[in-house]
């Protein structure tokens, strides 16, 4: 049985680009949140999906997005890069409100 | 918004010695979480409390949540070099499991 799983691993990008993060949660999962951890910080809510829609959002500007679809995977879009975009970015899934499992990430720079 | 701190930011013990963090919550929670995060891993889901006073124990690691559901802490008796990591904790209020990680706690074991 597959835990969640998240691609790229590593990710560089330059300030002003767009990224695009990918995640399959674990097998019987419904709900996909993403979250931001900053180096040498907690992980941050962005957002989670739920039924393929937005069910609760973070202090998150709006050049974050997301999307979930039918077989329950996830994307996270950041549009218009910035430097401190550059993080640890983390998807966490279960089934409803449920515990969360995370999967190892993507780390993302920004140059 | 909700903040949730822990104490202390850093602790260095000897192998054996006994190891504990605070957590604290700005707001009451509906239940708390507890993560161990491996240098270079992701969080690792430990275990998660829901009753005001509730305590759990799992193996040397013993977990208490506070009466007022405002507070807990992670106690690790006998530390060894496979507890090293920043251990946090996750306090949700309820709505849809948006979790609020603490600052964590970073432990270093050396023998």
């Known amino acids: 049985d597959a835990g969640v799983t998240q691609s790229p691993t590593h990710l560089i990008k330059t300030r002003g680009q767009q990224v695009t993060l990918r995640c399959s949660p674990k097998?019987?999962?419904?709900?996909v949140s993403w979250y931001q951890q900053a180096l040498g910080q907690g992980p941050q809510f962005i957002f989670q999906?739920?039924?393929?829609?937005?069910?609760q959002r973070g202090n998150f500007p709006d050049r974050f997005s997301g999307h979930q679809f039918p077989n329950y995977s996830s994307e996270l879009n950041v549009n218009a890069l910035l430097l401190g975009d550059s993080a640890l970015y983390l998807c966490?899934?279960?089934?409803?409100?449920?515990?969360?499992?995370f999967g190892p990430g993507t780390r993302l720079t920004v140059l | 918004g909700q903040q949730v701190m822990q104490i202390p930011q850093y602790q260095h013990v000897q192998e054996g010695e006994d190891f504990t963090t605070y957590c604290n919550s700005s707001?009451?929670?509906?239940?708390i979480q507890w993560y161990k995060q491996r240098p270079g891993g992701h969080p690792v889901f430990l275990i998660q409390?829901?009753?005001?006073?509730e305590v759990k124990k799992q193996k040397r690691l013993t977990f208490q949540f506070g009466e007022a559901k405002k507070n807990s802490s992670l106690h690790i008796t006998a530390t060894q070099t496979t507890d090293v990591g920043t251990y946090f904790c996750?306090?949700?209020?309820?709505?849809?499991?948006?979790?609020?990680f603490g600052t964590g706690t970073r432990l270093q074991v050396t023998l």
């Open positions: 097998s019987g999962h419904d709900t």
């Open positions: 999906y739920y039924e393929e829609e937005e069910r």
């Open positions: 966490a899934s279960s089934l409803s409100a449920d515990t969360q499992y």
């Open positions: 707001t009451t929670l509906s239940n």
């Open positions: 409390l829901v009753k005001s006073g």
């Open positions: 996750a306090g949700d209020t309820g709505t849809a499991s948006k979790l609020t």
